[in-house]
């Protein structure tokens, strides 16, 4: 099933390739890389992630100082990740965490190389995203059992980390992804 999706989203990118000349598409030229964002979105929408997919590659290849570009690449890792291609999802959010250190997305990142780093069973990584995700934030805990953090990806995934006195949860899409201890 893996193979299949991955012939589809190969096929899906030749055509997208061979159908666009090197002036990428017949977009507004002021603002090229607006107009592949926003293209990747409606395909978002329709539900169609394998052509968002594409665009939000083309995006980060081909404009990666976009602002829309951050983003992208978050998306870019998310859509690996979702498709078991785990190798490729580390890479690209080794990316992120390469230029968007602080970005409010970044303790998501680290979330997801730990759970990659514990497929592999690589117990560096493991204990240095745990540390990250530990360190990401000082938090207070002064009139509350917890502290909150959010983020919502274009794919319209919700990630929330709640930092309790003892550990995070970690939660995406109300579902708990991962829990680190203190």
């Keep these: 099933m893996i193979c299949c999706k991955k012939i589809k989203v190969f096929c899906s990118f030749l055509i997208l390739f061979f159908c666009i000349n090197s002036s990428i598409f017949s977009f507004d030229n002021k603002a090229p890389d607006k107009e592949i964002y926003t293209q990747a979105l409606s395909y978002v929408r329709q539900g169609d992630k394998d052509f968002a997919f594409m665009y939000f590659d083309m995006l980060v290849r081909v404009y990666p100082n976009s602002p829309f570009s951050q983003s992208a ?44 780093a514990k497929r592999g069973q690589n117990q560096d990584l493991i204990e240095d995203m745990e540390e990250s995700i530990l360190t990401y934030k000082q938090f207070t805990l002064l009139f509350s059992d917890y502290s909150e953090c959010k983020y919502k990806s274009l794919l319209n995934n919700e990630y929330k980390a709640l930092y309790y006195i003892d550990r995070v949860d970690i939660y995406i899409n109300e579902n708990l992804f991962e829990t680190v201890y203190f």
């Design 73 to 116: 690449l978050f998306v870019l890792g998310e859509y690996y990740f979702e498709n078991k291609s785990y190798r490729e999802a580390r890479d690209y959010f080794s990316r992120f965490l390469a230029y968007y250190p602080d970005s409010p997305a970044a303790l998501f990142v680290y979330c997801y190389l730990l759970d990659i």
